[in-house]
Nanobody
Framework: QVQLAESGGGLVQAGGSLRLSCAAS????????AGWFRQAPGKEREFVAS????????YYSDSVKGRFTISRDNAKNTVYLQMNSLKPEDTAVYYC????????????????WGQGTQVTVSS
């Protein structure tokens, strides 16, 4: 089991940037794929981005491709999501996730989840 804790959410104006962090417990995290989902009010949770355990493979949803960048530092057991050119429709609770197998869609049975961090983008 991997414990995940997100940070870095907040309120930002449209066009601004935020960097989310996800700190993980346990050295096994370094062998896990990791990524981010988000859930806006009244909507289903959706896939945002994922990264393989060595960081060589990344996936992004079409809605964030070119604006968001996922990265990881296995020495720090941390995954990051750099979000640029934020839009009001990016407003959601962002969840960190980790699993032995990388994923690229919302329809996945990821085994470990964080509690989420709120991101609000004002227009």
């Amino acid at each position: 089991q991997v414990q995940l804790a997100e940070s870095g959410g907040g309120l930002v104006q449209a066009g601004g940037s935020l960097r989310l962090s996800c700190a993980a417990s346990g050295s096994i995290f370094r062998t896990y794929a990791a990524g981010w989902f988000r859930q806006a009010p009244g909507k289903e949770r959706e896939f945002v981005a994922s990264i393989s355990w060595r960081g060589r493979t990344t996936y992004y949803s079409d809605s964030v491709k070119g604006r968001f960048t996922i990265s990881r530092d296995n020495a720090k057991n941390t995954v990051y999501l750099q979000m640029n050119s934020l839009k009001p429709e990016d407003t959601a609770v962002y969840y960190c996730a980790a699993d032995p197998t990388i994923w690229s869609t919302s329809s996945t049975s990821v085994s470990n989840w964080g509690q989420g961090t709120q991101v609000t983008v004002s227009s």
